[in-house]
T-cell receptor, first 113, second 115 residues
Framework: GDSVTQMEGPVTLSEEAFLTINCTYT??????LFWYVQYPGEGLQLLLK?????DKGSNKGFEATYRKETTSFHLEKGSVQVSDSAVYFC????????????FGQGTRLTINP | NAGVMQNPRHLVRRRGQEARLRCSPM?????VYWYRQLPEEGLKFMVY????????ESGMPKERFSAEFPKEGPSILRIQQVVRGDSAAYFC?????????????FGPGTRLTVT
């Protein structure tokens, strides 16, 4: 079955550092890929998405590129802020029908001032 | 436009009791998903419903768990005879016509504690 693997956390960085959170997937066909963010005590918010190979999703300074050859969708940001502290989830789904999301285990990110 | 609403936000039940979790989707959304998040784990799909229909329940435990999304009112996730292993955060998500968009909008979750 489909699965998503994220780099283990927690990740702690200083403000303005460069961020990479690795995500790889196993899936049949051509899934769509997502990054969700969860702030403390809240539900998940869609951060960015990519629906086909070589697409780049971007939002709020975060970027991720859909790499079919390496089955990866790594999240990057050039300069993190304290407000980026949250848990980040990589996920996939298949277009059409029941679009259930398959999530990775999440990576907790803490940014220190 | 109000977001996805879930209540209660926190629920404490003793072993053997029933837990009812409610989810009101965003206005205009007719598709509802339930996910469970165990401590320090990612979210796991449980069930996908449209109004009055269960479309995919492949992630639901075979016993004690049920879900409905009636024509009127919120979607309900029901857990009978709860056990300690049911302690988790339960998230509901909704979406409009799934042929038009990928995005699922998540509620704040219900944190169930079984004592």
């Amino acid at each position: 079955g489909d699965s998503v693997t994220q780099m283990e956390g927690p990740v702690t960085l200083s403000e303005e550092a460069f961020l990479t959170i690795n995500c790889t997937y196993t899936a049949t066909g051509y899934p769509s890929l997502f990054w969700y963010v969860q702030y403390p005590g809240e539900g998940l918010q869609l951060l960015l998405k990519a629906t086909k190979a070589d697409d780049k999703g971007s939002n709020k300074g975060f970027e991720a590129t859909y790499r079919k050859e390496t089955t990866s969708f790594h999240l990057e940001k050039g300069s993190v802020q304290v407000s980026d502290s949250a848990v980040y989830f990589c996920a996939l789904s298949h277009w059409g029908g029941a679009q259930k999301l398959v999530f990775g285990q999440g990576t907790r990110l803490t940014i220190n001032p | 436009n109000a977001g996805v609403m879930q209540n209660p936000r926190h629920l404490v039940r003793r072993r053997g009791q029933e837990a009812r979790l409610r989810c009101s989707p965003m206005k205009g959304h007719s598709h509802v998903y339930w996910y469970r998040q165990l401590p320090e784990e990612g979210l796991k799909f449980m069930v996908y419903l449209q109004k009055e229909n269960i479309i995919d329940e492949s992630g639901m435990p075979k016993e004690r768990f049920s879900a409905e999304f009636p024509k009127e009112g919120p979607s309900i996730l029901r857990i009978q005879q709860v056990v300690r292993g049911d302690s988790a955060a339960y998230f509901c998500a909704s979406s409009p016509d799934t042929t038009l968009t990928y995005e699922q909008y998540f509620g704040p979750g219900t944190r169930l504690t079984v004592t």
